[in-house]
């Protein structure tokens, strides 16, 4: 069973950046989808970017030219590089792991398909 760590998140200004860190326990991290999600005070949850087995990403148009998605799998981990960073970026983000079949060489940004969450670290810029 795959289990997820997150780390990484903390309190900064507007403009500044951040690195988050997620870390998958299981034996198959290369062949799976991985996501980043985050989710605001009193709003669901939403996508903001993802990356395949082959290390193609994918983004919200809000984040495009701001954050990057990376995976090292090597070492199981996946990173979130956050860039200038604003006020409406605050929010607890997670990282989740599509693990219904590998290797998986597309992924989306829709929350319901990914099936293993971490816990969540929280991201505050004020």
């Known amino acids: 069973h795959v289990q997820l760590v997150e780390s990484g998140g903390d309190s900064v200004q507007p403009g500044g950046s951040l690195t988050l860190s997620c870390v998958n326990s299981g034996d198959t991290f290369p062949s799976h989808c991985m996501g980043w999600f985050r989710q605001r005070p009193g709003q669901p949850r939403e996508g903001v970017a993802s990356i395949d087995s082959l290390g193609v990403p994918k983004y919200r148009d809000y984040v495009k030219d701001r954050f990057t998605i990376s995976r090292d799998n090597t070492a199981n981990t996946l990173s979130f590089q956050m860039n200038n960073l604003r006020a409406e970026d605050s929010a607890e983000y997670f990282c989740?792991?599509?693990?219904?079949?590998?290797?998986?060489?597309?992924?989306?940004?829709?929350?319901?398909?990914?099936?293993?969450w971490g816990q969540g670290t929280q991201v505050t810029v004020s």
């Open positions: 989740a792991v599509y693990t219904r079949s590998r290797p998986c060489q597309r992924s989306t940004l829709v929350v319901g398909w990914w099936d293993t």
